[in-house]
């Protein structure tokens, strides 16, 4: 009989080690995803009529950096927006940047970029459409962004607001408190 309690103590501690490892590791999957649709950008060779200075940002983790630029579409080139982006930060300098249209639409999505990119935007339609600089899948470390836009005339990127994904400091809460419950249950069952 005390052969079974003893093999159940170690299944109980084996299923609490089971269920923190699986909370972390979705964590982590969740935290880390590179988005599928990821797709390289042409960049059209046109000089800008006027570069304007750097707007330097700190993205805070598990958050993003929106940024709006006003665009027209019946333009051609003259009408789209160029710029450059500086990240500097964690471990690794990276970011995730895409552009979406006023309608919520996609419109560019360069995926996770690391220290440095040159991006162009094409409009779809004349509007207000904005530059997301997203630092969401960084659960400690903020990033030093730098923007450079490259205006095809007059168009200025301006800060927009700051967003914070809420879902993602949820899981981080939860699995913290997981671990330190896993921690606590143990120790106390250990002194036995």
């Not at 109980?12 to 979705?26: E, F, G, V, W």
């Not at 969401?136 to 205006?151: G, I, L, M, N, P």
């Amino acid at each position: 009989m005390m052969y079974v309690i003893l093999n159940m103590d170690k299944i109980n501690k084996a299923l609490a080690l089971l269920l923190t490892l699986i909370i972390a590791i979705s964590c982590l999957t969740l935290l880390t995803v590179n988005p599928a649709n990821a797709q390289p950008t042409p960049f059209p060779l046109i000089t800008p009529s006027t570069i304007a200075p750097p707007k330097n940002y700190t993205v805070p983790p598990l958050s993003s950096l929106h940024l709006n630029v006003s665009l027209n579409y019946g333009l051609g080139p003259m009408g789209g927006c160029g710029g450059l982006i500086y990240i500097k930060g964690g471990s690794g300098n990276d970011i995730n940047l895409r552009v979406i249209d006023s309608q919520g639409k996609t419109v560019l999505d360069l995926g996770r970029i690391s220290n440095e990119k040159q991006f162009y935007i094409t409009p779809t339609e004349t509007g207000n459409y904005t530059i997301i600089v997203d630092n969401e899948f960084s659960v400690f470390s903020s990033k030093e962004v730098a923007v450079f836009s490259a205006t095809y005339p007059d168009n200025i990127f301006e800060f927009a607001r700051f967003s914070i994904n809420v879902w993602a400091i949820i899981l981080v809460v939860i699995s913290v408190a997981a671990l330190l419950t896993l921690v606590v249950w143990l120790s106390r069952h250990r002194k036995r």
